[in-house]
């Protein structure tokens, strides 16, 4: 394997651009394009210098962009705040063959693919800082281009369904319930059939995360070692918190 090493940067019309042969990614090319229309070829498509030609490794989806606008000009017409009648940003409204910045590298052939496989799988890999991303979209005065639209902010900008609205939406309400897995009142006989009713919908329920020192552990699973489901500290502790609850009901407030 050697390194990609930087020739030239240039102008090379579609016809002399060879797509790379299996690029496993499937891109959407028309959001690539409303882009190119909006805000023209911001960055330079890479492509392997071969005997034969150029073969594209990175901007794959960029070129089949390209190439879908075709000859200008064409009709799109991009609506900006500060040029509500702006041309296309890569004809100009003129006449246009169409053409792509390319940076021409020099590399060996697995190179090339580890470079067409980075390309595609970095993006997938990142993750999104969402506030500062509503921060950035709020600064435009429209969406174009950004391959957002007025639907993606709203739903940035709601606030997370409460575990009841998720509830709501994804469970009926008899599958889930209001009462806890296992009751005091169970008896050894009666315990399966009643937790295997309720424990449909456990995964709705709260969590609780406790950190107690060892004493604490080990008293508790003292305290609830007659607990029917002994193996389940949901059930411990809701089999102890209903064989208490008449003294804590009795106990004056």
């Known amino acids: 394997m050697s390194q ?15 797509p790379f042969p299996g690029n496993a990614r ?22 392997r210098q071969l005997p034969d030609g150029l073969v594209v490794l990175a901007g794959n989806h960029t ?13 799109a017409s991009i609506p900006t705040f500060a040029r509500p009648d702006a041309d ?17 590298v020099d590399c060996d052939e697995e190179t090339a693919r580890r470079i067409n496989l980075v390309d595609n799988r970095a993006a997938e890999k990142g993750d999104w800082d969402l506030d500062g991303l509503v921060e950035l979209l709020s600064y435009l005065p429209d969406l174009d281009g950004t391959g957002y639209t007025d639907a993606d902010v709203e739903r940035l900008l709601a606030p997370p369904p409460s575990l009841e609205e998720l509830a709501d939406t ?14 005091a009142t169970a008896t ?25 020192p060892p ?18 500290d949901g059930a411990r ?6 064989l208490t609850r008449p003294r804590r009901e009795d106990s004056p407030q």
């Not at 070129?63 to 075709?70: D, F, I, K, R, T």
């Open 26 to 47: 499937r891109g959407d090319v028309r959001l690539i394009l409303e882009s190119l229309r909006t805000s023209g070829q911001y960055r330079s498509l890479i492509a």
């Open 215 to 232: 004493a604490v552990r080990d008293e508790f699973y003292a305290a609830t070692a007659s607990c029917p489901r002994s193996a389940d």
């Open 170 to 183: 994804y469970a009926p309400r008899e599958d889930y319930g209001d009462e806890p897995p296992a009751r």
């Open 63 to 75: 070129l089949q962009a390209l190439a879908l606008h075709g000859r200008g000009p064409c009709t």
């Open 188 to 212: 050894a006989e009666t315990t399966d059939a009643v937790v295997g009713d309720a424990e449909q919908g456990s995964g709705l329920w709260p969590v609780l995360r406790l950190r107690i």
């Open 237 to 242: 502790l809701a089999w102890l918190l209903e």
């Open 4 to 18: 990609a090493t930087y020739v030239r940067t240039e102008e090379v019309p579609l016809g002399e651009l060879t």
């Open 88 to 104: 296309c940003a890569l004809c100009n409204g003129t006449r246009w063959e169409p053409a792509a910045r390319v940076e021409v």
